[in-house]
């Protein structure tokens, strides 16, 4: 036989005295790049996010804009869903709500 019986019967003694301690010391790693990740990547774009919805949430007649697609223009109407902007007078586009970018300071455009 290639495993003595000595070893044999202490092998399982050995396996359940430091068992636990191996398992948790090699889930350690795993378990501080979780927390790693969280704080470097996922808290932050849940606080972006969540500025973005409040942004978008506090647009008014009036406030000047910039869409994702690089539209700067004012709001001319609001509803639930779409942002009418008004680029020039009398030329009037429709974009989504998600689609606003910023929020310029008031007298931006002239």
Known sequence: ???SSAFAQ???AAAASGGMTSTLT???PL???FVVLY???IRPQMKRQKEHRSM???L???DEIVSSGGLVGRVAGLNEQFVQ???AEGVVVQLQRSAVVQVLPKGTLK
């Open 1 to 3: 036989m290639f495993i």
């Open 10 to 12: 202490t092998a399982p």
């Open 26 to 28: 090699s889930m350690l």
């Open 31 to 33: 378990v501080l790049m």
């Open 39 to 41: 704080f470097l990547m």
């Open 56 to 58: 978008i949430d506090a």
């Open 60 to 62: 008014a007649k009036g």
């Open 85 to 87: 902007l008004e680029l």
